[in-house]
Nanobody, 117 residues
Framework: VQLQASGGGLAQPGGSLRLSCVPS????????MGWFRQAPGKQRELVAT???????NYADSVKGRFTISRDNAKNTVNLQMNSLKPEDTAVYYC????????????WGQGTLVTVSS
């Protein structure tokens, strides 16, 4: 599975950005899609995930500000980020988990989000 993410960039505090991720390759049995992020000097952390039936999970730090969505027909996942804060600055990684297969977890190459005035 290859994951192509787009939509990162520079935003001002309080602004918005939208990330999108399109998987390709052996995409059958993908059941969980989501986003992680890694800020400089910190460990990678979960931002949000969404299952194939639409169940979502968010980090406490982004609840009420970020919204994850998924198009099952296209197997794409989006992350709408509103009310951005400087502490949201990080490299954001698209993630998918497959229900079957020798390898289950896949990561994208990362897209940089910078929140600064």
């Amino acid at each position: 599975v290859q994951l192509q993410a787009s939509g990162g960039g520079l935003a001002q505090p309080g602004g918005s950005l939208r990330l999108s991720c399109v998987p390709s390759g052996s995409i059958f049995s993908i059941n969980i899609m989501g986003w992680f992020r890694q800020a400089p000097g910190k460990q990678r952390e979960l931002v949000a995930t969404i299952t194939s039936d639409g169940t979502t999970n968010y980090a406490d730090s982004v609840k009420g500000r970020f919204t994850i969505s998924r198009d099952n027909a296209k197997n794409t996942v989006n992350l709408q980020m509103n009310s951005l804060k400087p502490e949201d600055t990080a490299v954001y990684y698209c993630y998918v988990h497959k229900a079957i297969g020798a390898r289950r977890d896949y990561w994208g190459q990362g897209t940089l989000v910078t929140v600064s005035s």
